[in-house]
């Protein structure tokens, strides 16, 4: 069956940086456009960032372009998002998604998401 665990997050001050992944299994991961998706407390999920298949072309939402990438590893079944410059604001569980951009940021898979903090 389809898994995505992601990995990587934790409490970082303002201005830290964290590299989340995501391990996928159970599908043929090269084939499918990838995203990232937050959720911060009493919001709603809000879509970060989208990478096709063979990471030719990525998208961005306007909150983070700049200072976050997403990346991925086919050979590993893996995706990435780096993270810089945090901000309070960007406190939030953070999860992977299979498929690209969408409104709402509804996914039939996704997985159980990892926790970013960003305080002082």
């Known amino acids: 069956q389809v898994q995505l665990v992601e990995s990587g997050g934790g409490m970082v001050q303002p201005g830290g940086s964290l590299r989340l992944s995501c391990a996928a299994s159970g599908f043929t991961f090269s084939s499918y456009v990838m995203s990232w998706v937050r959720q911060a407390p009493g919001k709603g999920p809000e879509w970060l960032s989208s990478i096709n298949q063979g990471g030719g072309f990525t998208a961005y939402a306007d909150s983070v372009k700049g200072r976050f990438t997403i990346s991925r590893d086919d050979d590993k079944d893996a995706l990435f998002l780096q993270i810089t410059k945090l901000k309070p604001e960007d406190t939030a569980q953070y999860y992977c998604?299979?498929?690209?951009?969408?409104?709402?940021?509804?996914?039939?898979?996704r997985g159980q998401g990892t926790h970013v903090t960003v305080s002082s």
């Open positions: 998604a299979r498929g690209g951009r969408r409104n709402p940021p509804n996914y039939e898979y």
